[in-house]
């Protein structure tokens, strides 16, 4: 097995001829080099680890050495080793066709199929590269930085593992044990494979990929085999959160308080009652208890209650200024009225002039007032013409809801109520089961194709196309749910796939919900398990973007 260094990643991309002919001389002492490196960076990482003495990942690792009988050291080595696998691929050989793939939440790959197709291309370049050396094993991880492919030869097929660090002994032996099952359980669809992406084999081979990345980080054999040590370890964490929670909500006061008499000078007492702040203390004016309020909301999300006082000293000096204010104020008042009295008759004459000249100008505005007639009617026309704009604009939603009923109006998995389609008197899965009856995917394709077929004559408004999965109310509420998830995933690979779909680009817009046997149907207080096993869809529309409309409408 061969290792690709970053600098051989990097050129690719560059003519193959020239590129072989610059690794070969520095290809020989490659693999000593990186083992070198490759142990001074888990040495380093141990070094920093331990150089924290004082952090609470130290006391926490000390802690579970002592109840374990674990050294500090492997504890370490064990958490400086181990990769997170984001995604899964399987990749056609002959064709470089991606066949399936999963992938962790968040963690999704934009164009799955160019990245299949480049990670195909990079090595075949790297294999053919290596015939030409004296080592003959081929390529098995590319890396770069801190992005590494494990990549799997097996028959007619590429499997390929995305990580975010190189795996080490114990996780590729894993990943090699997945990757043989894979490939032993579909060995004949592989080879059949033509770029049919809608099979039934697609979908459970995603599944079990996806499962597979869930489940990749189970727990230590020491914290499954002593559960009453990991209680130990808890309560004690559980001790010290307490104390630093108590701790820091004082510092966090204190340095409110220094805050407060850093900016305003004035010492205050602040009590912390959970999700508010009361503040208490005698401040030396009115003003600084508004600023020292306004400080507060900067600096806390939590709510003021304010109990400052002031002295009563200062509230008489205040209002004696106020009532001197006042009196200065009727005197200026005074003033000004006997100003506007002299000058009350003067403005009599003039206004008496521009009567005059606006009798005149009244006289010869005949044709101004036809004119303006003219405008208004006008302005008229075209404010009834966007008045019926906008009531098209509000009765979209009522459009869609009528066009549904009368399309729908025979149909038995249709709710008229909700204007949503409903499966319960369909049985679509087989109890415990998440993969679909293949009688029932075709019932719903149709009566989905007909359902968005509606839909899309409307795609700017929607906001999403939602697949409810529903299970009975037999075993755990947790098991349930994960079932019924599987069971949406599994009829939302298959409606992706269909023409009108693909045709108006809505695989973005179609989302999943999974409700385990929270709504379970009933009937005369006896549930229907078969109706339970369900599968529901329902639209949702964009309120903004009607709104947005209508003030693009009211603008123009």
Same mark, same amino acid.
């Given at each position: 097995m061969k290792r690709v260094t970053p600098a051989i990643s990097k050129g690719i991309a560059e003519n193959k001829e020239t590129m072989i002919d610059a690794l070969y001389p520095i290809m020989g002492g490659m693999i000593s080099k990186y083992v070198t490196q490759a142990i001074k960076e888990l040495m380093e990482t141990i070094n920093k680890k331990i150089e924290r003495g004082l952090s609470f990942e130290n006391y926490k690792r000390k802690a579970k050495a002592k109840l374990s009988g674990v050294s500090e050291m492997e504890l370490l080595l064990e958490e400086s080793s181990g990769a997170l696998i984001s995604s899964l691929f399987v990749i056609h050989k002959e064709s470089s066709l991606l066949i399936a793939e999963a992938n962790l939440e968040n963690k999704e790959i934009n164009d799955a199929h160019m990245v299949a197709s480049m990670a195909s291309a990079i090595k075949d370049f790297i294999n053919d590269w290596v015939k030409n050396s004296e080592t003959k094993n081929e390529v098995q991880i590319l890396s770069y930085g801190n992005a590494t492919l494990y990549i799997e030869s097996a028959g007619s097929v590429y499997i390929i593992a995305f990580l975010d660090a190189e795996p080490d002994y114990e996780q590729r032996t894993d990943i090699n044990e997945f990757f043989a099952k894979i490939v032993k359980e579909y060995a004949p669809f592989f080879q059949k494979f033509d770029g049919d992406d809608s099979s039934n084999e697609i979908v459970t081979l995603s599944m079990k990929m996806e499962d597979y990345l869930y489940k990749q980080i189970p727990l230590s054999k020491e914290e499954k085999k002593n559960p009453a040590k990991m209680i130990l370890v808890l309560l004690a964490l559980l001790l010290l959160g307490y104390g630093t929670y108590l701790f820091n909500g004082w510092y966090i006061k204190n340095s409110l308080e220094n805050t407060v008499y850093a900016q305003t000078g004035e010492q205050i007492n602040i009590s912390d009652e959970g999700a508010t702040y009361v503040l208490s203390g005698q401040v030396t004016s009115t003003d600084v208890i508004y600023e020292i309020e306004e400080l507060m909301k900067r600096q806390t999300k939590k709510t003021i209650n304010n109990k400052l006082l002031v002295p009563m000293r200062y509230i008489d000096k205040r209002l004696q200024k106020e009532k001197e204010s006042s009196e200065a104020s009727v005197e200026k008042l005074e003033s000004k009225l006997a100003s506007l009295e002299s000058g009350f008759e003067k403005s009599i004459n003039g206004l008496q002039e521009k009567i005059f000249l606006l009798t005149q100008e009244l006289q010869g505005s005949d044709k101004r007032l036809k004119v303006l007639l003219k405008d208004t009617t006008d302005e008229i026309t075209v404010l009834k013409e966007e008045k019926a704009r906008l009531n098209r604009v509000l009765e979209i939603k009522n459009e869609i809801f009528t066009r549904l009923d009368h399309s729908f109006s025979k149909s038995p998995y249709y709710n008229k109520e909700e204007h949503t389609l409903d499966f319960r008197k369909l049985e679509v899965f087989i109890a415990s089961e998440a993969l679909y009856k293949k009688e029932a995917i075709q019932v719903i394709a149709e009566a989905f194709t007909k359902y968005m077929?509606?839909?899309? +004559?409307?795609?700017? =408004?929607?906001?999403?196309?939602?697949?409810?999965? !529903?299970?009975?109310?037999?075993?755990?509420?947790?098991?349930?749910?994960?079932?019924? !998830?599987?069971?949406?995933?599994?009829?939302?690979? =298959?409606?992706?796939?269909?023409?009108?779909?693909? +045709? =108006? !680009?809505?695989?973005?817009?179609?989302?999943?919900?999974? =409700?385990?046997?929270a709504r379970a149907i009933e009937v005369d207080g006896i549930e229907n398990k078969k109706a339970s096993r369900r599968i529901k869809i329902k639209f949702e529309l964009k309120e903004s973007q009607i709104i947005n409309n209508l003030r693009k409408i009211i603008n123009d």
């Open positions: 077929t509606i839909l899309v +004559q409307y795609k700017e =408004y929607i906001r999403s196309i939602i697949i409810e999965g !529903h299970s009975d109310s037999t075993g755990l509420e947790e098991d349930n749910v994960a079932l019924s !998830h599987k069971r949406a995933l599994a009829v939302k690979y =298959y409606l992706e796939r269909l023409n009108i779909v693909k +045709q =108006y !680009h809505m695989k973005p817009f179609m989302k999943i919900e999974a =409700y385990g046997s």
